[in-house]
Structures are given as structure tokens and as C-alpha cells.
T-cell receptor, first 115, second 108 residues
Framework: NAGVTQTPKFRILKIGQSMTLQCTQD?????MYWYRQDPGMGLKLIYY???????DKGEVPNGYNVSRSTTEDFPLRLELAAPSQTSVYFC??????????????FGPGTRLTVT | GQNIDQPTEMTATEGAIVQINCTYQ??????LFWYQQHAGEAPTFLSY????GLEEKGRFSSFLSRSKGYSYLLLKELQMKDSASYLC?????????FGTGTRLQVFP
């Protein structure tokens, strides 16, 4: 199992450009999440999905969009990049059932700089 | 509102024991997680508590008191490789709310 994979690892964007951060998991997890982590800070939830076709906003969704057309993939779209979106982005997945939620598995992260 | 508090930084000596505290105020509680994050890497899962008491896993233990909104992570026999950030996260509903993390530095 590759676990959670993210591409690209690094990216530099100019202000106003757009891009998609890719995330794929091969563990058949129903839940997937996108977080951002600013230097010295904790993780802030951007969007999450409880299954294919279902997405919901987290704490900091402005400036981002997501889709979940398959169980495996959960891409994050940045439209009109701004310097405030300079951060490290982590994708995560977990299995959840009526018995409880299991731990989240994280991808290696994408380091994005907007200048 | 949702609030999770942890100390920002701690230092300890190799071979010692360190306790990292976490207090929380959330609208709902369905479990508390501890994650370890080395610099420049992704967080990795350490422990999960949903009932009061102590969960032990090798050198690491985690304690929960739901009535006090309090948890701690106990690291024994510290090693240099334990230098990392430790993130406390609470699950009020379907999502996790993370604290800002405690950066632990272990010195020889």
C-alpha cells in the first residue's frame, strides 16, 4: 500500500494563478481531509469529505474548492492564488463507522509559495 | 467555541520522562488523538483516548479526563529521535480540531 500520496511536493505560484493539489489514497478510506499548516502552527481544516460525492467546509475554506468523484481521489483547487495561501498543505484519510473514527493517515505534504 | 491549549515548547534530557499537557473546550467530544510530527514531515498517529484513564503503548502513554477537559502524553526513556512536535487533537463530531502543538527538544 502506498497510503496517502500527494502531488506536487513543492510549487511556486504567482499571485492570481490557479492550481490543483492532487491527493490519492489506496486504503479504501471513506473520510478524506485537506489541512493547511502555517509555520509554527497547528493544522487548520480546509475541507473534508465523508464519502464520494459529499464534501463539506472546514475552518478555513475561503479561496479553495474540492471535489470527491471517487473514493480514492480528493483534489484541492486554488483559484486566484494569494500570498496568504503560502503554506504546507496536508491531505489525510481515515476510516469511520458507527463504531467510531480511526486515526487519520497523512500524506507527505505540498509546500506552496505564492509570490 | 472550540479551543485546545498546549504548551508551545518544552525541553528535556535524554533518558528522562516528560509530560505534555493538553486542555480542551469543545462542543461535543468523541475522542482525543495525539500525533507526532518531525520537522518537515507529516504527522503520524501516536494514541487515541475516548474513555477516562491511561492508555499505554511502549514508551508512550496517554491519559484522559473528560470531566476536566484534560489529557496528557507521557514519554518515558526519552531518546534524541523524540525531538519533534506533539499535536493534541479532539474529535467533537466528524472532524478533528488540532491544537497548535508542543515542540519538544531532547538534549543529550
Amino acid at each position: 500500500n502506498a497510503g496517502v500520496t500527494q502531488t506536487p511536493k513543492f510549487r511556486i505560484l504567482k499571485i492570481g494563478q490557479s492550481m490543483t493539489l492532487q491527493c490519492t489514497q489506496d486504503m479504501n478510506h471513506n473520510y478524506m481531509y485537506w489541512y493547511r499548516q502555517d509555520p509554527g502552527m497547528g493544522l487548520k481544516l480546509i475541507y473534508y469529505s465523508v464519502g464520494a460525492g459529499i464534501t463539506d467546509k472546514g475552518e478555513v475554506p475561503n479561496g479553495y474548492n474540492v471535489s470527491r468523484s471517487t473514493t480514492e481521489d480528493f483534489p484541492l483547487r486554488l483559484e486566484l492564488a494569494a500570498p496568504s495561501q503560502t503554506s504546507v498543505y496536508f491531505c489525510a484519510s481515515s476510516y469511520s463507522s458507527t463504531g467510531g473514527m480511526y486515526e487519520q493517515y497523512f500524506g507527505p505534504g505540498t509546500r506552496l509559495t505564492v509570490t | 467555541g472550540q479551543n485546545i491549549d498546549q504548551p508551545t515548547e518544552m525541553t528535556a534530557t535524554e533518558g528522562a520522562i516528560v509530560q505534555i499537557n493538553c486542555t480542551y473546550q469543545t462542543s461535543g467530544f468523541n475522542g482525543l488523538f495525539w500525533y507526532q510530527q518531525h520537522a518537515g514531515e507529516a504527522p503520524t498517529f501516536l494514541s487515541y483516548n475516548v474513555l477516562d484513564g491511561l492508555e499505554e503503548k511502549g514508551r508512550f502513554s496517554s491519559f484522559l479526563s473528560r470531566s476536566k477537559g484534560y489529557s496528557y502524553l507521557l514519554l518515558k526513556e526519552l531518546q534524541m529521535k523524540d525531538s519533534a512536535s506533539y499535536l493534541c487533537a479532539v474529535r467533537p463530531t466528524d472532524k478533528l480540531i488540532f491544537g497548535t502543538g508542543t515542540r519538544l527538544q531532547v538534549f543529550p
